[in-house]
């Protein structure tokens, strides 16, 4: 597995925009996929956006046209541009790794996004 540290989230009004940053370490080559799921309270945890290096992205209804997911493949970090914000966007967000396809999931410690006037 991979150490991946995310940075970014904080506390933003509803229609904002936050962008979240992610730094994965311990791995030599490019990761194949990377991305980012959350979890609400009482709620399981779900995908947001992930992006292979196939350029395959897997984003929801609930966030399609709204999040932007891109990588530097280089460096083995991700980002997630988040545009209007709403409240059912409050959420951990989980950074995730996978080192090749059928890998098990590498995660980071989770960064708390709030939306909230």
């Known amino acids: 597995q991979v150490h991946l540290v995310e940075s970014g989230g904080g506390l933003v009004q509803p229609g904002g925009s936050l962008r979240l940053s992610c730094q994965a370490s311990?791995?030599?080559?490019?990761?194949?996929?990377m991305g980012w799921f959350r979890q609400a309270p009482g709620k399981q945890r779900e995908v947001v956006a992930t992006?292979?290096?196939?350029?395959?992205?897997d984003i929801p209804p609930s966030v399609r046209g709204r999040f932007t997911i891109s990588r530097d493949f280089a460096k083995n970090s991700v980002y997630l541009q988040m545009n209007n914000l709403k409240p059912d966007d409050t959420a951990v967000y989980y950074c995730n790794a996978m080192r090749w396809l059928g890998d098990s999931n590498s995660w980071g410690q989770g960064t708390q996004v709030t939306v909230s006037s």
């Open positions: 311990g791995s030599a080559d490019t990761l194949f996929r």
């Open positions: 992006l292979t290096t196939d350029d395959y992205q």
